[in-house]
């Protein structure tokens, strides 16, 4: 039997429907779950009912959703709480963790993989992103490496995961949506979320920016 309510916090629309679908798959009925698009939103939904799970975007209109991780957690220690993000950053990957995180997992991860990170999460188990886990690892390195006294090795980090940059290429050489989810082997909706989350990560509205922009901090050749 799936725990439940579960409460979900994303804002872009079309990854508020792929989850949703995702959600209803696993077996979960429309009234088990509880959608919020702003931290707000979700503050007032959590003081209404108490919840079992809660899956959470970290870059809401109305602030980050670390703080809204950490108000959960500090109500509820036991509460599994999944990060789904578009965001790779290290600073915000930790930060969630610490905060209470149960996992992080990248939007771009196709729909079986967030179904297995949501059922592992249920089963008590704290699912790390692939690209995650290798981010942090070498951070370990690094500091491991780093001499004693000294300044730590600088690990120059891209804002786009390399899916990303796979689908931006794919973008520079002139191929659409559709022609890009059948090289990658994803669905068209998955490569559009994609490009929306290259779009925000580098601050363009546009696919000719977007090239511009990641040819000019070297991301694409």
Avoid at 13 to 39: K, N, P, Q, V, W
Wanted: with cysteine; proline share 5%.
């Amino acid at each position: 039997m799936l725990p439940a309510p579960l409460l979900l916090v994303e804002d872009q629309a079309m990854m508020h429907i792929r989850l949703r679908s995702i959600l209803e798959e696993m077996g979960y009925s429309r009234d088990a779950l509880s959608f919020a698009t702003t931290i707000a939103d979700a503050r007032r939904l959590i003081e209404e009912q108490p919840f079992a799970m809660a899956l959470i975007d970290v870059g809401l209109p109305d602030g980050n959703g670390i703080d809204l991780i950490e108000f959960l957690h500090g109500r509820d220690p036991a509460l599994p709480i999944l990060v789904i993000s578009a965001w790779s950053d290290e600073h915000i990957i930790m930060r969630a963790l610490r905060s209470g995180a149960t996992g992080y997992l990248l939007k771009e991860r196709d729909d079986i993989e967030i179904k297995l990170s949501i059922r592992s999460v249920l089963r008590g188990g704290a699912p790390i992103d692939p690209f995650v886990a290798r981010h942090i690892l070498s951070t370990f390195g690094s500091l491991a490496a780093a001499a004693p006294g000294g300044a730590l090795a600088h690990v120059p980090q891209s804002v786009l995961s390399p899916r990303e940059v796979e689908i931006l290429n794919l973008v520079s050489k002139g191929l659409t949506n559709k022609e890009i989810a059948e090289i990658v082997s994803l669905s068209r909706f998955t490569v559009e979320c994609h490009v929306r989350n290259i779009y925000k990560k580098l601050a363009v509205r546009s696919r000719t920016e977007a090239i511009f922009e990641a040819r000019a901090r070297g991301f694409l050749p």
